[in-house]
């Protein structure tokens, strides 16, 4: 069985700091099998990245007029700002799947009505940066629409790669449009919380308080 972190951010997200290859070991050092980069509206991670011992899922957080949707197994850019359905129809365009990130999230979720409405893939149901309770609220909105849930870390700082993550025994696009993964990890803590909020600030501050 393979463990992998698919929603992991690098230094080509406005909000990232880490460079492709740092997040490759430090993926390795966790015990990842594989991980996706998931950077805000760019695939530019992915240039000249190869590694040979964890296996890269091609993705990116695409920016749609409601919120944050995971588009994974995509070779291409997709345009932000696009209606949800537009959205999804591009990333499929592309053979990928569309994941509903972080629903609940204040500021950058689609929200629940949203996400009802949405024809996805997935719903994450276990993100390392948001609260344990509106990881728990996407739980129950995944069994309640009777789609797979996934996880990840989110990461945007180096100690919070691997932590929530998948687990799938062969192809991680098809596992989860079967439902056959497992989930596993944490949500965030109020120590994290502190800190999440003090490094959102200045980064958002740094970016002209515009939303991403």
Not at 143 to 167: C, Q, R, V
Request: glycine letters at 10%; proline letters at 2%.
């Amino acid at each position: 069985m393979m463990r992998l972190d698919i929603h992991i951010h690098s230094k080509y997200s406005e909000d990232g700091t880490m460079d492709p290859e740092e997040i490759i070991k430090i993926a390795r050092k966790a015990g990842l099998d594989g991980i996706a980069i998931t950077d805000h509206n760019t695939m530019n991670a992915y240039n000249n990245l190869r590694p040979k011992d964890v296996l890269l899922i091609k993705g990116v957080e695409v920016s749609s007029c409601c919120g944050h949707i995971l588009a994974l197994g995509v070779q291409e850019n997709i345009k932000k700002g696009l209606s949800i359905e537009e959205t999804i129809d591009r990333i499929r365009e592309q053979g990928g799947i569309a994941i509903a990130a972080h629903p609940y999230r204040f500021w950058s979720g689609l929200g629940e009505k949203n996400t009802m409405n949405g024809k996805f893939d997935a719903i994450e149901i276990l993100n390392g940066r948001s609260f344990k309770k509106d990881n728990k609220r996407a739980e129950i909105l995944a069994k309640k629409m009777n789609l797979p849930g996934t996880a990840g870390s989110d990461a945007h700082f180096s100690y919070e790669i691997g932590k929530a993550w998948i687990e799938v025994d062969d192809d991680p696009i098809l596992a989860i449009k079967r439902n056959e993964i497992k989930i596993g990890g944490g949500s965030r803590t109020f120590g994290e919380t502190i800190l999440y909020v003090y490094r959102s600030i200045t980064l958002w501050a740094g970016r002209g308080f515009r939303r991403i």
